[in-house]
């Protein structure tokens, strides 16, 4: 019998999953006193590694100050305010203003809902087209759903919304020539830098640059998603830091608590702000319970500390390096077809003999975790802190597994 807990991304039939009760630094325990190396950073977040204690005492201090309060209209605290000044000082774009939410997912649908809403309070309420790539995994909120590029994670859940079309993942002339056909019904267009859930594919030499130049062209707002890139897995703060490309929205979550507590946000750059701040007598209706939440911002500023500290965005180019050499290792010897990635994100495609479940599942025997992504690619996404000796076991653990 299945038990009690739903999980999410799981046959709802699966009745035994691996309870995992302990972590420190790139390594977690589970219920049996096995250990692994968190290939994954858990799901793409842990940049800081597991077990912080500075961590657990940042977040219990906020508690026992003011654990939570709502932020909307009149009220702020000090956590919230702190964090998003520490953002702006770092945005991928100037003269930025922060919006906080829970959450990758609730951060797409919030920056949808911004573009379309700054083109009206502009005067152009026909701009609603929302155009995104194939393979593009943005959440699993109705907005996100609507504009990711991976078929499965679609179907079932009945009508998405109206005006979000995909195109293919790398063809800028299909983007090109669906903007020359409705260039002023164009809301925005949403990109990840590298394209992350859906197996790991960095942007092809001038793609971005090309987005961002269709979107100067005609009117339209860049999105970028930034909730696997953001916050030093490409080696900088954000991955169009890393391209050179700057967008008008960028989305966050992930990394910037390490998921010790949830947070997600939104970037919203000048132009943007120009659209929903030109009448002052208007009322921004939306948000969320927890927008700015005392705790999780906490945490925030403290993930931030530790990550400028110990400076592990230039750790994480390191590992990067590791990880990659590894793999090409193993993609010469044959025993896979191909080696995709970027600063510290990186998968492997399979030949089609191989199965990357049966990968996964081989690999987690061997004591690391990998992520399996259809049927043809494991991915890898390790914690900043992840020691040589560690990513070296991972690639051992893929190159056993496959032989």
């Not at 709502?70 to 919230?80: K, L, Q, R, V, W």
């Not at 019904?185 to 197996?199: C, D, F, K, L, Y």
């Amino acid at each position: 019998m299945p038990g009690a807990f739903l999980h999410p991304f799981a046959k709802p039939t699966r009745e035994s999953f691996i309870p995992i009760v302990r972590g420190e630094g790139a390594l977690v325990w589970d219920s049996s006193g096995n250990e692994y190396v968190d290939g994954m950073a858990s799901l793409w977040y842990c940049a800081i590694g597991h077990g912080r204690r500075e961590m657990a005492d940042a977040v219990a201090a906020q508690i026992m100050m003011l654990e939570a309060y709502s932020t909307f209209d009149p009220f702020t605290n000090e956590p919230a305010e702190q964090l998003a000044a520490e953002l702006v000082r770092n945005a991928p774009m100037p003269d930025a203003r922060v919006f906080f939410c829970c959450s990758g997912s609730e951060a797409i649908d919030t920056a949808m809902k911004l573009a379309r809403l700054s083109h009206a309070m502009r005067g152009e309420p026909q701009r609603q087209l929302i155009i995104s790539r194939a393979r593009g995994y943005h959440g699993t909120n109705y907005g996100g759903t609507s504009a990711q590029g991976i078929g499965p994670n679609k179907e079932g859940w009945g009508a998405l919304l109206p005006e979000v079309v995909q195109v293919p993942s790398d063809d800028l002339e299909a983007i090109a020539s669906l903007m020359a056909q409705r260039g002023n019904e164009v809301a925005a267009i949403i990109s990840e830098p590298v394209q992350g859930a859906g197996g790991v594919f960095p942007p092809e030499d001038g793609y971005l640059e090309g987005l961002r130049r269709l979107c100067d062209q005609h009117g339209a707002l860049l999105i970028f998603d930034e909730v696997i890139c953001g916050f030093g897995r490409l080696g900088r703060w954000f991955g169009s830091d890393h391209y050179g490309v700057t967008p008008d929205l960028t989305t966050f979550a992930k990394a910037v608590t390490s998921g010790y507590q949830t947070l997600g946000g939104v970037f919203v750059g000048r132009k943007v702000r120009d659209g929903i701040e030109s009448d002052p007598n208007y009322l921004m209706r939306t948000g969320f319970t927890y927008s700015g939440h005392p705790t999780a911002c906490a945490a925030g500023l403290k993930n931030l500390e530790i990550l400028q500290r110990e400076q592990l965005f230039e750790r994480s180019l390191v590992i990067g390096k590791r990880l990659e050499s590894g793999l090409q290792s193993i993609a010469a010897d044959g025993l896979v077809a191909s080696v995709r990635g970027a600063g510290a994100v990186w998968a492997v495609g399979h030949h089609p003999d191989r199965d990357a479940f049966a990968v996964r599942d081989r690999m987690l025997g061997l004591g690391v975790i990998t992520r399996a992504v259809g049927t043809d690619t494991n991915t890898f996404c390790p914690p900043f802190v992840t020691t040589d000796a560690q990513v070296d076991r991972i690639v051992d653990a893929l190159a056993t597994a496959l032989r």
